[in-house]
Nanobody, 121 residues
Framework: VQLQASGGGLVQAGGSLTLSCAAS????????MGWFRQAPGKEREFVAA????????YYTDSVKGRFTISRDNAKNTVYLQMNSLKPEDTAVYYC???????????????WGQGTLVTVSS
């Protein structure tokens, strides 16, 4: 499956952005979908994931209550709604797919190219 992330940009602290991840080549119905991010000089880290049907969602502690992951299997697309953004959210955001949920990036199978989110203070 090929993944294309979009929606990044420059936003002031406290603002909002919605990232999209459009899949092609295969349906995402059989994949857990996730978002990761990588800040300059840091390792890639887990942000959020969503189960096959969307019934289950997982978040890293730092984004709980601010970010919402969702999926539209009919559109083969996953979203990450980001509210109350902070400068420390600045990173390249990647979407990924996997057969099962795991917060370890190395366990995910397919990756998009990333979209840059910059939050100014």
């Amino acid at each position: 499956v090929q993944l294309q992330a979009s929606g990044g940009g420059l936003v002031q602290a406290g603002g909002s952005l919605t990232l999209s991840c459009a899949a092609s080549g295969r349906t995402i119905r059989t994949y857990v979908m996730g978002w990761f991010r990588q800040a300059p000089g840091k390792e890639r880290e887990f942000v959020a994931a969503i189960s096959l049907t969307g019934a289950g969602t997982y978040y890293t502690d730092s984004v709980k209550g601010r970010f919402t992951i969702s999926r539209d299997n009919a559109k083969n697309t996953v979203y990450l709604q980001m509210n109350s953004l902070k400068p420390e959210d600045t990173a390249v955001y990647y979407c990924a797919s996997s057969g099962r949920y795991n917060a370890n990036p190395s366990r995910w199978d397919y990756w998009g190219q990333g979209t840059l989110v910059t939050v100014s203070s």
